[in-house]
């Protein structure tokens, strides 16, 4: 387990072979067993298999070559529709408009991609995440007929894959692990050392070299506003930030 969590590589290219049904679901069944903050399940995974479908998600996220060559496509969703209605057939009209209650479905759609993902891994099979479906949530929840207290969060496709896994480094341990206090010293050096790091690592990859460092592309990635519609999605869909 912990040797596959470790050279885990998204893989963006896949072979044209299904993942076979059975397959697919007891993949799904492991993410089921995720934790999941009071057991709610504020989740929900649409399996696409629609051609045309799949076409339209391909655009739409504009990740094309992982939504056209997938063995299966997924898109993972917050869902609150069921607990929703779960409150309503035991006699209660409820909402779920606090800002802990999007916490507590990001945070279990994220461990049940996350398990789908190590389960899928653990079968060979390589795997990306999508978060390119927020760039078009409205027309996809539309596509997929997603009704109110469900948001799609990212697609996840699955597939044999059909490029080289390469290990993105990560930052030393010591950069995400402090003892008792937050130490933020260590960043002087540990930061422009993971830069070095990730200079090579972007101009030796295979495709899409750069010569970027990470932190010139964190300050890209924080320096203008990202998807800055999805507050007005999300409340449109029934989760707040109350
Ligand atoms: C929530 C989430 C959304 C992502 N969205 C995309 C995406 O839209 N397109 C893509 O090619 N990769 C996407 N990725 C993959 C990341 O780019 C990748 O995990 C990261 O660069 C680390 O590389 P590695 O997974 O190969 O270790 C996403 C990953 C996560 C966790």
Redesign the pocket.
């Known amino acids: 387990m912990i040797e596959s969590l470790m050279t885990?590589?998204?893989?963006?290219r896949y072979k044209n072979e299904p993942v076979q049904p059975d397959v697919l679901h007891t993949i799904i069944r492991a993410g089921q067993h995720a934790s999941t903050a009071n057991g709610v399940q504020a989740y929900s995974v649409i399996h696409v298999t629609d051609e045309e479908k799949k076409k339209q998600l391909a655009e739409l996220?504009?990740?094309p070559?992982?939504f056209n060559t997938a063995g299966a496509v997924l898109i993972l969703c917050m869902d609150f529709y069921r607990i929703k209605e779960a409150a309503r057939q035991a006699g209660k009209d409820v909402s779920f408009d606090l800002a802990e209650n999007l916490l507590v479905a990001t945070t279990d759609v994220?461990l049940f991609?996350?398990n789908i993902a190590v389960a899928a891994e653990s079968l060979g099979f390589g795997i990306?995440?999508?978060?390119?479906?927020?760039?078009a949530p409205e027309e996809i929840s539309e596509l997929l007929e997603l009704p109110e207290g469900v948001a799609p969060?990212?697609?996840l496709t699955i597939g044999v894959p059909d490029e080289e896994?390469?290990?993105?480094p990560?930052f030393p341990i010591e950069a995400v692990m402090h003892e008792n206090t937050y130490h933020t010293k260590k960043y002087d050096e540990l930061i422009p050392a993971y830069d070095e790091a990730m200079k090579d690592y972007y101009q030796t990859r295979g495709e899409n070299q750069k010569s970027q460092t990470w932190s010139q592309s964190m300050a890209a990635f924080l320096g203008e506003p990202r998807r800055p519609y999805m507050k007005d999605f999300l409340q449109k869909r029934g989760f707040d930030f109350k």
Do not use: D, F
């Open positions: 885990h590589s998204s893989i963006r996220s504009k990740n070559t992982q994220a991609a996350q990306c995440y999508i978060g390119g479906v927020r760039n969060m990212y697609g896994r390469e290990v993105k990560r």
